[in-house]
């Protein structure tokens, strides 16, 4: 059985730090591909920060560059996302996504978790 499950968020106001982190169950963590989404109320869910399973390469969404960081421990089975300058604008539920193309037949593999609220109060 397949889990994410997101922990670390919280209430701190702006300009602080939070750290999230995503445990992961039920499949092979080290060959996926890991993500950090965001959704605000009101608005679309949006990719945060991405870092691949093979060299670890990661990708940032603009308006959190410079402030986030994704990194992940295969050992543990866990990515996480260092948060700090948080502004009001990250206020978000934010869910963690494990992606994988089965390069046989192309096959996507994709979960996610049930999302952790980050709350920035100005």
Do not use: H
């Amino acid at each position: 059985q397949v889990q994410l499950v997101e922990s670390g968020g919280g209430l701190v106001q702006s300009g602080g730090s939070l750290r999230l982190s995503c445990a992961a169950s039920g499949f092979t963590f080290s060959t996926y591909a890991m993500s950090w989404y965001r959704q605000a109320p009101g608005k679309e869910r949006e990719l945060v920060a991405t870092i691949t399973s093979y060299d670890r390469s990661t990708n940032y969404a603009d308006s959190v560059k410079g402030r986030f960081t994704i990194s992940r421990d295969n050992s543990k089975n866990t990515v996480y996302l260092q948060m700090n300058s948080l502004k009001p604008e990250d206020t978000a539920v934010y869910y963690c996504n494990a992606r994988r193309t089965r390069v046989i037949d192309q096959k996507l593999y994709d979960y996610w978790g049930q999302g952790t609220q980050v709350t920035v109060s100005s």
